[in-house]
């Protein structure tokens, strides 16, 4: 299996194109690529596929195997995959996800993408379409505890959905510890994924993710969609600011006029190799 390996801000996937390769088992393939010890090493594999819908498919897989609905730094590479490799030569493509078609700006330096600026669509607040198992017309500063802690938590769906807390300082935060009991917490039945954030200033929020089926990851950028969601809805926040992670920086925004969200960053390819899989 010919691949390449990406990240964006440290968000790292094993890329294959799906147009050219065949993929039999992609979420045993995932674990087994995923090892950082006996595999490739990543957060995870995304496929490139053909689409009836769009310019191209997505499909992601988290490092457990479990298949995801979308991934943010994820889909950056994408465009910067099918760029660069000569699948296409728009600056705006659309990609379809399993959270719908999602369009993605181009941004090309010396023939090649530095970062993309993708459409993430409109935030889902109603707990029913997140899904989270709370009453009310949206959730947001609800308290929840786990075997672990307990938090006033916020929660979002980018596609995929979000829990989000606001703490004191991220580097407080034993995430090894009180990540799994949120990820699998009954109220949560597609399970979740769960980010500590920080309010720095302003212009900037620090935040930590624990991803499901993958763990902490040094980027999330639907998380970080999330976040700035939250943040604003919480009163913490402006419509646009930057949200900092372990691996690098991300710039959201949502808009008013739209209720979309938008989010800008890099996009970057590590190496590319063959595999027996």
């Known amino acids: 299996m010919k691949f390449t390996k990406m990240h964006g801000i440290g968000n790292d996937y094993v890329y294959v194109n799906c147009m050219e390769e065949c993929i039999d088992n992609p979420s045993e393939v995932s ?45 950056r590479c994408v465009g910067k995959f099918v760029y660069d490799k000569g699948l296409t030569n728009k600056k705006t493509i659309e990609i379809e996800t399993l959270a719908g078609i999602k369009v993605l700006e181009l941004s090309i330096k010396d023939g090649t993408v530095e970062k993309a600026r993708v459409d993430m669509g409109e935030p889902i607040l109603k707990p029913s379409g997140i ?7 949206t959730c947001i500063d609800r308290p929840i505890g786990t075997s ?40 949560f039945p597609n399970r979740i994924n769960t980010e500590f954030v920080e309010v720095l200033d302003d212009g900037t929020l ?17 998380g970080a969609c999330a976040v700035l969601v939250a943040s604003v809805l919480n009163g ?20 008013e006029k739209d209720n979309h969200v938008y989010m800008t960053g890099p996009a970057v390819t590590v190496f590319e190799g063959e595999i027996n899989i």
């Open 31 to 75: 674990i087994t690529v995923s090892d950082r010890h006996f595999g490739i090493g990543s957060d995870g594999l995304i496929l490139v596929c053909p689409s009836e819908k769009a310019d191209f498919r997505m499909r992601m897989f988290n490092a457990d195997g479990s298949e995801g609905e979308m991934c943010g730094n994820g889909i």
């Open 131 to 137: 899904p989270v198992l709370f009453d009310g017309e």
């Open 148 to 187: 672990a802690a307990e938090y006033n938590i916020t929660c979002v769906s980018m596609g995929n959905p979000h829990a989000v807390a606001f703490v004191d300082s991220v580097d407080s935060i034993d995430i090894e510890k009180e990540g799994p009991p949120m990820e699998k917490h009954q109220l």
């Open 206 to 222: 620090r935040m930590r993710v624990w991803e499901r089926g993958s763990g902490e990851t040094l980027a999330c950028g639907t």
């Open 236 to 255: 913490r926040s402006s419509r646009k600011n930057k949200v900092r992670l372990l691996g690098g920086d991300l710039e959201i925004e949502w808009n």
